[in-house]
């Protein structure tokens, strides 16, 4: 029987702390790199974020087009550490997307930011809210660790106790 507990808790400790370890490895990448040496770093509202993506015009390096695909209302773009109109110019804005043109071969890296409202974003298409992102996993994961423990400690006192 002892056995047959032991096995078990360390099965329930295995699974917690693989809970815990997949929460805590889950990370956003938000820098590329385009063919060149230049990093390209996408944000919404300072936070690194996959809701942005970017695409380089094939047949000019120099024209780049970045498009929010998030949830929330677009406001607007800062290109931080850039300075429009010594280098980069706005070629064209439509809707979500941004199309911008190097100037005077900048090589410096390019920092893009989204600016969202995010009031609209917890809400769908029938008005019903989203449940918010909120570590759910790691807690469960928590708990059941701190159950085995608890579980292994009062084995092995009942076990001091015969």
């Given at each position: 029987m002892k056995k047959l507990i032991s096995v078990l808790l360390s099965v329930v400790m295995l699974?917690?702390?693989?809970?815990?370890?997949?929460?805590?490895?889950?990370?956003?990448s938000s820098q590329q790199t385009t063919g060149d040496t230049q990093t390209v770093t996408v944000e919404v509202n300072g936070n690194t974020s996959k809701d942005v993506t970017y695409q380089t015009d094939p047949s000019d390096?120099?024209?780049?087009?970045?498009?929010?695909?998030?949830d929330g209302t677009l406001e607007g773009w800062e290109f931080d550490g850039m300075v429009e109109g010594?280098?980069?110019?706005?070629?064209?804005?439509?809707g979500n997307s941004i199309t911008i043109e190097?100037?005077?071969?900048?090589?410096?890296?390019?920092?893009?930011?989204?600016?969202?409202?995010?009031?609209?974003?917890?809400?769908?298409?029938?008005?019903?809210?989203k449940s918010p992102k909120?570590?759910?996993?790691?807690?469960?994961?928590?708990?059941?660790a701190g159950a085995g423990a608890a579980i292994l400690l009062a084995l092995r006192k009942r076990e001091d106790a015969e």
């Open positions: 699974v917690s702390v693989s809970a815990v370890s997949i929460s805590a490895f889950a990370t956003v390096p120099a024209k780049i087009t970045f498009t929010y695909d998030g010594v280098d980069y110019q706005v070629i064209s804005e439509d190097l100037l005077n071969g900048f090589d410096g890296d390019i920092e893009v930011n989204a600016l969202v409202d995010t009031d609209s974003e917890n809400t769908d298409d029938n008005g019903k809210g909120t570590g759910a996993a790691t807690v469960t994961g928590l708990a059941a």
